[in-house]
């Protein structure tokens, strides 16, 4: 077969569904139509995933169309790489293995953008974990190894599946995204993330992406036991035993209600004074409460609405005496201001 035929020329077309991934729907074109996918066309598409860069002269552009691709692949890339300018973290990567929702996979059949975004876990809709193995041979899939039908290797149809309840935190992060401005989603995936978010304001993908890249920064002064300075990209300097990965304290954080984040910005202060022993000293004195300090100056409440609760908790937390430390009556009351 041409691996250049175009696709009018095929009997059967897939139509774009609002909220299908690109590379899902490019998977279904050979297969809808009775054929294997030619492996220049899957190396190219796979090619594009890895390195989220569609040029003119790759196979799947010179098969589809290069104007046809393009608007569709910068309309993901907006939203699933957009520190695209920057060193991304290991973290920021589309997801090396295709996602699915057994639940969904059911109904529409396609594989949707937002399983592909980083960190989700979850379905927003059916708050089952998303999976990525075959419950038949137990393989994980990979795009090369899907057949027509969303089927495995093995045969067996990922819809077919036990699905397994998600954590509340997992499913919780799952539809704040679902719920930012630039969401590419279905109204049916919109409609089920009204709600979750702990702020009124309209806000991007990218607004929960870098909160919670600051979220793992400040997590990373105050734990690190290695302190060579801040820079740009320190979050992602490998150090062993460091957290490379935003985890619950970081999800927690950005997800809680105001309430939620003035207990967790105590508890860490809590914890930082019983973990360094430095409940009967001038918090002022502490070079990482000082890095603390400085780091607040570059998450900015104009530019990102998802950090004034979060920003609003430290500072309520850092002006309250003993840092509300109960037992410290020597302590003096805690602040990050410099001297």
Request: proline share 6%; glycine share 6%.
């Amino acid at each position: 077969m041409n691996h250049h035929v175009a696709p009018e020329t095929f009997p059967i077309r897939p139509v774009l569904r609002e909220g299908e991934s690109l590379g899902g729907w490019c998977w279904q074109l050979y297969p809808a139509n009775g054929h294997q996918i030619p492996s220049a066309t899957r190396s190219a598409l796979l090619l594009i995933r890895a390195t989220r860069i569609l040029k003119a002269d790759n196979a799947l552009s010179q098969l589809m169309g290069f104007e046809r691709l393009k608007p569709l692949h910068e309309r993901e890339n907006s939203i699933i790489d957009p520190w695209s300018g920057q060193q991304a973290p290991g973290w920021y990567a589309w997801s090396k293995r295709p996602r699915f929702c057994i639940q969904c996979a059911a109904v529409c059949e396609c594989h949707l953008v937002y399983w592909d975004l980083p960190l989700v876990s979850a379905c927003a809709v059916h708050g089952c974990l998303l999976t990525t193995r075959c419950h038949s041979c137990r393989r994980y899939w990979s795009w090369p190894t899907l057949k027509r039908g969303w089927r495995c290797v093995c045969g067996a149809r990922i819809a077919e599946g036990i699905d397994q309840k998600a954590p509340d935190l997992e499913l919780r992060f799952s539809k704040i995204l679902c719920a930012a401005a630039d969401a590419l989603v279905s109204p049916s995936v919109k409609s089920a993330a009204v709600g979750s978010s702990p702020i009124d304001a309209a806000y991007q993908t990218r607004d929960v992406y870098e909160t919670l890249w600051w979220l793992l920064k400040v997590r990373r002064v105050l734990t690190d036991k290695v302190q060579g300075g801040i820079s740009k990209y320190w979050p992602m300097v490998k150090r062993r035993g460091a957290r490379m990965v935003p985890g619950s304290w970081e999800k927690a954080s950005l997800m809680g209600f105001p309430d939620t984040i003035n207990r967790k910005a105590q508890q860490t202060l809590r914890w930082f004074s019983k973990e360094f022993k430095t409940t009967p000293v001038d918090l002022r004195s502490l070079e990482r409460l000082r890095d603390v300090e400085r780091l607040m100056h570059e998450l900015s409440v104009e530019r990102n609405p998802m950090a004034g609760s979060i920003l609003n908790a430290i500072e309520r937390a850092r002006r309250e005496p003993y840092a509300g430390i109960s037992g410290g009556v020597d302590a003096i009351q805690p602040s990050f201001e410099s001297h």
